[in-house]
T-cell receptor
Framework: GAVVSQHPSRVICKSGTSVKIECRSL??????MFWYRQFPKQSLMLMAT?????????EQGVEKDKFLINHASLTLSTLTVTSAHPEDSSFYIC????????????FGPGTRLTVT | QKEVEQDPGPLSVPEGAIVSLNCTYS??????FMWYRQYSRKGPELLMY????GNKEDGRFTAQVDKSSKYISLFIRDSQPSDSATYLC???????????FGAGTRLFVKA
């Protein structure tokens, strides 16, 4: 099956700094990637849809200036959490549908962000 | 009303029990019905999917969809401690767009 990787798997940063999380499709091209946020014991909350070569589409209530998304190539999307605060501490997961369309999504392993 | 409703549990069962996990959904336009399994601190992985109504069986797992009542089920037979995870139901269309996830049910299978 298709593989999606994320880097880093875990990051700790100080309040006020920015953190970049990378999402890569390793063996397929992904024109679209999704970014989710998951708090402990809660479900996936879609933050934004990342589109290669164009602006991301953000879900209602998600600050686009705080969560910067760049989809610079068909295999890489990045999420930058700017001016991080402790309440941004969460599990961030990306996913991508298979090339050519399909019903499922391939998920990355997630990135645990802790803001101190 | 949420588009997909799922009881978050937790659900605790003894090893060998039959587990029934359920979801309801409200939008009849979706065609694909999926179950993802997520182990702690990992990304979800697709467990099973069904297209339209009907049953699908894969080993100890059976997925059912009743579109008339907008009801999705996952049955696990002979449950094992390794089945302990969070199970998320999801509805979607081709292209993976607008896949909508349930809250996830945390399952614990005790040895």
């Amino acid at each position: 099956g298709a593989v999606v990787s994320q880097h880093p798997s875990r990051v700790i940063c100080k309040s006020g700094t920015s953190v970049k999380i990378e999402c890569r499709s390793l063996d397929f091209q992904a024109t679209t990637m999704f970014w989710y946020r998951q708090f402990p014991k809660q479900s996936l909350m879609l933050m934004a849809t990342s589109n290669e070569g164009s602006k991301a589409t953000y879900e209602q209530g998600v600050e686009k200036d705080k969560f910067l998304i760049n989809h610079a190539s068909l295999t890489l999307s990045t999420l930058t959490v700017t001016s991080a605060h402790p309440e941004d501490s969460s599990f961030y997961i990306c996913s991508a549908p298979p090339a050519g369309g399909g019903y499922e999504q391939y998920f990355g392993p997630g990135t645990r962000l802790t803001v101190t | 009303q949420k588009e997909v409703e799922q009881d978050p549990g937790p659900l605790s069962v003894p090893e060998g029990a039959i587990v029934s996990l359920n979801c309801t959904y409200s939008n009849s336009a979706f065609q694909y019905f999926m179950w993802y399994r997520q182990y702690s601190r990992k990304g979800p992985e697709l467990l099973m999917y069904t297209y339209s109504s009907g049953n699908k069986e894969d080993g100890r797992f059976t997925a059912q969809v009743d579109k008339s009542s907008k009801y999705i089920s996952l049955f696990i037979r002979d449950s094992q401690p390794s089945d302990s995870a969070t199970y998320l139901c999801a509805i979607g269309n081709t292209g993976g767009f607008k896949t909508i996830f349930g809250a996830g049910t945390r399952l614990f299978v005790k040895a």
